[in-house]
């Protein structure tokens, strides 16, 4: 079996240091502003050598982090980090935009690329989909279970990389377009606002569910997947991620070192099953409470807790009693002085309580030491707590832990090496000639031959001998290497003084170590971004396109003169009904294919071409490449939730069969005019009218809040039977909707028009426009197609179109994403 890779976060040196100190495999980082945590302190540019170089000293690989979309205008600006990667000797790029897949392919063939998570990759085709670009490893989603995983292992020969420990998305990573939304900070641009962490009221058919202080119904716990480490090796795993790259190199060196042990004793042949202890201690770092998240199947009632949205860490008990200077607690965890607390009365989004630990007690008398058990008097610093705000009744959790904090940095405070790294040495020599060493880096390959300055004399007494030699050379403390083995062999008996001995020993280190610092080298070729501004014609007869969500929208389109219908139904068993009514009316229709992807799902993608459409919408790369590997007739279309941003993706996804191409919802409107600029605008198609879908995730929140069951086999089905929004601190109401594959989908509660650009995407050569209706009936679907029909010719303006979408809309209309930040 292969070595399973363990690979640590670093937002910075000190964590860096702490991942491999602690025995990470390889670190994962960010440079400068290209990366999807830009509030980490990150990495420059001018220290990739210095970084490269330390970790290679040490044997652990470098990955760079450009997991992000890259717009037009930054192109030449990526294409010159990719080169400084090259040259600094990075061991991969993490990429998700496969635009940039493309350039770095154009610039060197055998620089590795990692498929980042953001590329949602969740099934067997989806990583085939990728092998033409030589990826040398590939993320899989968060939401891919131990099935999925051994499925999709056994189909390829990519090494597959899986998150086991950290914060969960609730949305399929680079399906959350919330953050880009409400703020303008796009979570597929690093600048993810955690509007999942925010609380929600749950609307149940227009009414308020009451669930106490269950307020945080989209915020998962973390992930802990510690225990599970031999069956995601059996499973096919290569390499186990560790999330946290805004987190403490204290959590660093934690959570390496704990899943460093599992890994090992796994290959040792032991059987390996975490203590409390170690458990306790990786909730200490962080913790929102711990879960398999998606690992062992979906069970909704244990990803969300939903009465606080941040870390918490060791749960110690409740409060029994409030004393006049401390609290009565039955402990479930140990505890001692200077340990850190906080009193949750349920209420995290106020000013809690908390401080230090002054003083423990049992029956009035001071404990020393740790108490790990017991009724005990809990004496908080008289200026930390106010003792009239804690009530029976409150959670009590213990925060930090000062000595579990010293005792992790200390393992990375000096640079210690996780291991020792074995040399082999051979040595001869003969009188009157230099003796002649070389050393071999097991570890590397490396071999430096070193010789010595004096040449060797005649001794008369206490030759050389190779136990002595190896007495002198293996005195390497203070390096990274142990000796483990020397060989000799001397003509006659010979002497060398001590002093040279111990010279050739210090330059063969020294050589050894230039040697792994030296940058990886790969083919680099010259590449120019070029971007050909082709003139543009107008658009003229512009086709306009109806995404229905139901059969009443799609029967009101039909009677109207939209170009085009789409389907976009909850459950695709509906859709031959909706072809049919399209028939009939003489009207083409497109079936849309789920948002995702995941294996053993190909039997939905079959029964859309069952349906017979004139077209397919398609949402993954998984559909992209089912459909493009067999000989169909349908037009392709390919969707917002390709990632599409700057014109190589545009190219890449023509070039891999698609008919037309719809952008990124990440692009504002001087962002979307770059791309148009670029690219042959008679294959593009863009949104104008919508509800943008924010959060697409596996988490069922009509399971979670609405039935006794765990998931779609025994949920009975209330998505069903019920219409369930979430309701924002302003008042807004979000409309969730299921999809086939029981995924849920949050839209945003104002509708959004890009009716003002209409003139700026025309004279670009624009023909292809969609709508996409939700919630509305009959009556509003015909109102809006005729408004944005009278827009594309000419009878109206986009800005009249604006006014009076905001005049029959409840809670008007919003220019969304396309406004200029």
Same mark, same amino acid.
């Given at each position: 079996?292969?070595?399973?890779?363990?690979?640590?976060?670093?937002?910075?040196?000190?964590?860096?240091?702490?991942?491999?100190?602690?025995?990470?495999?390889? @670190?994962?980082?960010?440079?400068? !502003? $290209? *990366?999807? &945590?830009?509030?980490?302190?990150?990495?420059?540019?001018?220290?990739?050598?210095? @970084?490269?170089?330390?970790?290679? !000293? $040490? *044997?652990? &690989?470098?990955?760079?982090?450009?997991?992000?979309l890259v717009f037009e205008d930054e192109l030449e600006e990526a294409k010159r980090l990719v080169e400084a990667c090259i040259d600094a000797g990075v061991d991969a790029l993490i990429v998700q935009d496969m635009g940039l897949v493309k350039l770095i392919r154009e610039i060197s063939p055998d620089f590795p690329i990692h498929g980042s998570t953001q590329m949602t990759i969740t099934s067997p085709e989806a990583v085939e989909f990728l092998e033409p670009y030589n990826l040398e490893v590939v993320v899989l989603g968060r939401e891919n279970n131990l099935t999925h995983i051994k499925k999709i292992a056994e189909k390829t020969n990519v090494p597959l990389e899986v998150f086991v420990h950290g914060a969960l998305c609730v949305s399929y990573s680079g399906q959350c377009l919330t953050s880009e939304m409400w703020g303008g900070r796009s979570a597929n641009r690093g600048e993810c606002a955690q509007a999942c962490r925010l609380p929600y009221d749950l609307i149940v058919d227009g009414k308020k569910k009451e669930m106490g202080n269950v307020a945080y119904l989209l915020s998962p716990k973390d992930l802990a997947a510690i225990d599970l480490v031999p069956e995601l090796i059996e499973a096919g795993v290569s390499t186990?991620?560790?999330?946290?790259?805004?987190?403490?190199?204290?959590?660093?060196?934690?959570?390496?070192?704990?899943y460093r042990k599992a890994i090992d004793e796994y290959f040792a042949g032991?059987?390996?099953?975490?203590?409390?202890?170690?458990?306790?201690?990786?909730?200490q770092s962080f913790s929102r409470g711990f879960t398999h998240g998606f690992l062992k199947g979906t069970n909704n009632k244990q990803l969300v807790d939903g009465t606080f949205p941040k870390s918490r860490g060791v749960f110690l008990g409740t409060v029994k009693k409030v004393l006049k200077d401390a609290v009565l607690c039955e402990l479930q965890a140990p505890l001692k002085r200077g340990d850190g607390i906080v009193f949750d009365a349920g209420r995290p989004e106020e000013?809690?309580?908390?401080?230090?630990?002054?003083?423990?007690?049992?029956?009035g008398k001071k404990i020393e030491g740790e108490v790990s058990s017991g009724l005990v008097e809990i004496v908080p610093g008289r200026h930390d707590v106010n003792l009239t705000r804690v009530h029976v009744g409150d959670r009590i959790w213990k925060t930090s832990d000062q000595e579990l904090d010293r005792?992790?940095?200390?393992?990375?405070?000096?640079?210690?090496?996780?291991?020792?790294?074995?040399?082999?040495?051979?040595?001869s020599g003969e009188l009157g000639?230099?003796?002649v060493s070389t050393w071999h880096d097991e570890t590397t390959g490396h071999s430096v031959t070193v010789q010595s300055q004096e040449l060797l004399q005649q001794a008369y007494k206490r030759p050389l001998t190779s136990d002595y030699v190896k007495e002198q050379f293996g005195r390497l403390g203070g390096t990274i290497f142990e000796l483990r083995e020397l060989s000799a062999t001397f003509t006659g008996d010979l002497i060398l003084p001590v002093k040279e001995l111990n010279r050739m020993r210090r330059e063969a280190v020294a050589q050894l170590i230039e040697l792994r610092q030296c940058p990886r080298r790969y083919e680099k070729r010259k590449v120019e971004v070029t971007i050909n501004k082709q003139p543009k014609q107008k658009a003229i007869n512009p086709n306009l396109i109806a995404l229905c969500r139901t059969m009443e929208q799609i029967e009101a389109a039909c009677h109207t003169d939209v170009d085009f219908i789409y389907a976009d139904f909850e459950f695709t068993t509906d859709y031959p009904k909706a072809v049919q009514a399209a028939r009939q009316a003489g009207k083409p229709i497109a079936l849309a294919t789920p948002r995702i992807h995941m294996p053993g799902e190909n039997g939905i993608l079959k029964g859309i071409l069952k349906a017979e459409p004139d077209a397919i919408l398609v949402r993954s790369l998984g559909a992209v490449q089912y459909y493009t590997s067999q000989a169909i007739d349908q037009t392709l279309i390919g969707d917002f939730s390709l990632n599409i941003a700057n014109h190589l993706a545009v190219e890449l996804f023509l070039s891999r069969g698609l008919d037309r191409i719809t952008p990124s919802y990440d692009l504002n409107i001087q962002q979307m005019i770059d791309l148009l600029e670029a690219v042959p605008t008679e294959k593009i198609e863009i949104v104008i009218h919508q509800h943008l879908p924010m959060f697409h995730t596996e988490h069922c929140?009509?399971?979670?809040?609405?039935?006794?069951?765990?998931?779609?086999?025994?949920?009975?089905?209330?998505?069903?039977?019920h219409r369930v929004s979430l309701r924002d601190r302003i008042g807004m109401l979000h409309p969730v909707r299921v999809d086939i594959g029981c995924r849920n989908t949050v839209y945003n509660a104002i509708e959004q028009s890009g009716a003002e650009y209409l003139p700026n995407f025309l004279e670009l050569g624009v023909r292809s426009y969609r709508i996409e209706f939700l919630e509305e009936n009959a009556n509003k679907v015909e109102e809006v197609i005729t408004l944005y029909r009278e827009a594309l010719e000419g009878k109206r303006s986009g800005t009249s179109v604006w006014r009076t979408l905001k005049a029959i809309n409840q809670l008007g209309v919003t220019r969304g994403q396309l406004v200029k930040k």
């Amino acid at each position: 079996m292969k070595p399973v890779e363990l690979l640590a976060p670093a937002g910075d040196w000190e964590s860096l240091r702490a991942a491999v100190a602690n025995g990470a495999d390889a @670190v994962y980082f960010g440079v400068d !502003k $290209y *990366n999807a &945590r830009v509030r980490a302190k990150n990495f420059r540019v001018e220290e990739l050598a210095d @970084v490269m170089a330390y970790l290679h !000293k $040490y *044997n652990v &690989r470098g990955y760079v982090t450009f997991n992000i979309l890259v717009f037009e205008d930054e192109l030449e600006e990526a294409k010159r980090l990719v080169e400084a990667c090259i040259d600094a000797g990075v061991d991969a790029l993490i990429v998700q935009d496969m635009g940039l897949v493309k350039l770095i392919r154009e610039i060197s063939p055998d620089f590795p690329i990692h498929g980042s998570t953001q590329m949602t990759i969740t099934s067997p085709e989806a990583v085939e989909f990728l092998e033409p670009y030589n990826l040398e490893v590939v993320v899989l989603g968060r939401e891919n279970n131990l099935t999925h995983i051994k499925k999709i292992a056994e189909k390829t020969n990519v090494p597959l990389e899986v998150f086991v420990h950290g914060a969960l998305c609730v949305s399929y990573s680079g399906q959350c377009l919330t953050s880009e939304m409400w703020g303008g900070r796009s979570a597929n641009r690093g600048e993810c606002a955690q509007a999942c962490r925010l609380p929600y009221d749950l609307i149940v058919d227009g009414k308020k569910k009451e669930m106490g202080n269950v307020a945080y119904l989209l915020s998962p716990k973390d992930l802990a997947a510690i225990d599970l480490v031999p069956e995601l090796i059996e499973a096919g795993v290569s390499t186990f991620k560790i999330e946290g790259r805004l987190k403490s190199p204290e959590y660093v060196a934690n959570v390496v070192s704990k899943y460093r042990k599992a890994i090992d004793e796994y290959f040792a042949g032991r059987d390996y099953k975490p203590s409390e202890e170690e458990i306790r201690e990786l909730q200490q770092s962080f913790s929102r409470g711990f879960t398999h998240g998606f690992l062992k199947g979906t069970n909704n009632k244990q990803l969300v807790d939903g009465t606080f949205p941040k870390s918490r860490g060791v749960f110690l008990g409740t409060v029994k009693k409030v004393l006049k200077d401390a609290v009565l607690c039955e402990l479930q965890a140990p505890l001692k002085r200077g340990d850190g607390i906080v009193f949750d009365a349920g209420r995290p989004e106020e000013k809690e309580e908390g401080g230090r630990v002054y003083d423990l007690r049992k029956n009035g008398k001071k404990i020393e030491g740790e108490v790990s058990s017991g009724l005990v008097e809990i004496v908080p610093g008289r200026h930390d707590v106010n003792l009239t705000r804690v009530h029976v009744g409150d959670r009590i959790w213990k925060t930090s832990d000062q000595e579990l904090d010293r005792r992790l940095r200390k393992t990375f405070e000096t640079e210690q090496p996780y291991k020792l790294f074995p040399l082999t040495v051979h040595v001869s020599g003969e009188l009157g000639k230099p003796l002649v060493s070389t050393w071999h880096d097991e570890t590397t390959g490396h071999s430096v031959t070193v010789q010595s300055q004096e040449l060797l004399q005649q001794a008369y007494k206490r030759p050389l001998t190779s136990d002595y030699v190896k007495e002198q050379f293996g005195r390497l403390g203070g390096t990274i290497f142990e000796l483990r083995e020397l060989s000799a062999t001397f003509t006659g008996d010979l002497i060398l003084p001590v002093k040279e001995l111990n010279r050739m020993r210090r330059e063969a280190v020294a050589q050894l170590i230039e040697l792994r610092q030296c940058p990886r080298r790969y083919e680099k070729r010259k590449v120019e971004v070029t971007i050909n501004k082709q003139p543009k014609q107008k658009a003229i007869n512009p086709n306009l396109i109806a995404l229905c969500r139901t059969m009443e929208q799609i029967e009101a389109a039909c009677h109207t003169d939209v170009d085009f219908i789409y389907a976009d139904f909850e459950f695709t068993t509906d859709y031959p009904k909706a072809v049919q009514a399209a028939r009939q009316a003489g009207k083409p229709i497109a079936l849309a294919t789920p948002r995702i992807h995941m294996p053993g799902e190909n039997g939905i993608l079959k029964g859309i071409l069952k349906a017979e459409p004139d077209a397919i919408l398609v949402r993954s790369l998984g559909a992209v490449q089912y459909y493009t590997s067999q000989a169909i007739d349908q037009t392709l279309i390919g969707d917002f939730s390709l990632n599409i941003a700057n014109h190589l993706a545009v190219e890449l996804f023509l070039s891999r069969g698609l008919d037309r191409i719809t952008p990124s919802y990440d692009l504002n409107i001087q962002q979307m005019i770059d791309l148009l600029e670029a690219v042959p605008t008679e294959k593009i198609e863009i949104v104008i009218h919508q509800h943008l879908p924010m959060f697409h995730t596996e988490h069922c929140v009509y399971c979670t809040f609405l039935s006794e069951g765990t998931d779609f086999t025994n949920c009975g089905r209330p998505c069903e039977k019920h219409r369930v929004s979430l309701r924002d601190r302003i008042g807004m109401l979000h409309p969730v909707r299921v999809d086939i594959g029981c995924r849920n989908t949050v839209y945003n509660a104002i509708e959004q028009s890009g009716a003002e650009y209409l003139p700026n995407f025309l004279e670009l050569g624009v023909r292809s426009y969609r709508i996409e209706f939700l919630e509305e009936n009959a009556n509003k679907v015909e109102e809006v197609i005729t408004l944005y029909r009278e827009a594309l010719e000419g009878k109206r303006s986009g800005t009249s179109v604006w006014r009076t979408l905001k005049a029959i809309n409840q809670l008007g209309v919003t220019r969304g994403q396309l406004v200029k930040k």
